[in-house]
């Protein structure tokens, strides 16, 4: 169990690196106008500047939640970069709900608007939901208390990054609220959640799976092949 443990925790760090990388190699695409960074390849959707630096504090959340256990710096600023992304996600769904037309999906960024079918960069709607739930999640991730809310707000954005992510899969068409989600930003979201996922074993699910009894194993075997057969 010790091991299996280690193992998840170093899957959370890296998977906080990874993100908050990712975020950071988009805003330089942002930055220095190249578009396979920004989109992946020609014909996706854009990943937001305002997308990407909400990967990149969400990253770093995490990062300083599963790797500083017990130090209180931190956890607090974990809890303030997850603060700020659950407001992003919330005020951009508010703008999609009340019509605000806040327009700061871009950050300031110019986007050349000649290219046939322009499609602006935006954060879609299921990706503000998204970054509310893994906010929300990341700002109780530091405490068991609240450990069945948490792993419902991940679980929740796990299969939103799936959905998202299966669409560019499968190259089916999208549901008008995945209609803007980038390839990068559904990948990400999956790769965030899992991460997330691994900081708290000690209830719900994980716990189930860490354990070293019959149903623990069983949960173990079954995992992977359950996963397959969901994603065919």
């Known amino acids: 169990v010790r091991h ?8 959370a760090i890296s998977s906080g690196i990874f993100v908050s990388v990712i975020g950071a190699v988009v805003l ?4 220095f106008d190249i578009a396979t960074l920004k989109s992946g390849a020609s014909g996706w959707p854009k990943v ?12 770093f959340s995490l990062w300083c939640v599963a790797g500083g256990q017990g130090n209180s710096g931190r956890l607090r600023a974990s809890q303030v970069c997850a603060v700020i992304v659950a407001l992003v996600g919330l005020f951009r769904l508010g703008d999609y709900m009340f019509g ?14 000649n290219a046939t079918n322009f499609l602006p960069a935006q954060m879609s709607p299921m990706t503000a939901a998204n970054f509310l739930l893994v906010g929300g999640a990341l700002l109780v991730a530091g405490s068991s208390k609240f450990i069945k809310i948490f792993q419902s707000l991940v679980f929740s954005a796990a299969m ?6 299966l669409r560019f899969l499968y190259a089916d068409q999208p549901l008008w609220l995945f209609a803007q989600m980038a390839v990068h930003t559904a990948f990400l979201f999956v790769v965030l959640s899992v991460g997330i996922f691994c900081v708290r074993t000690d209830g719900g699910l994980m716990r189930l799976l860490m ?3 019959a149903g623990g194993t069983l949960a173990r075997r079954l ?3 359950t996963l397959l057969i969901t994603v065919s």
Request: negative net charge; contains cysteine; proline residues 4%.
């Open 223 to 225: 995992l992977l092949p």
């Open 160 to 165: 939103i990054g799936c959905v998202g992510f």
């Open 100 to 113: 605000w037309n806040l327009n700061f999906d871009t950050l300031g960024f110019r986007e050349a608007s």
């Open 211 to 213: 354990s070293d009894s």
């Open 28 to 31: 330089l695409g942002w930055l």
């Open 4 to 11: 299996h443990l280690t193992v998840l925790m170093r899957y």
């Open 48 to 59: 937001a500047p305002l997308t990407a630096t909400c990967f990149l504090l969400s990253g």
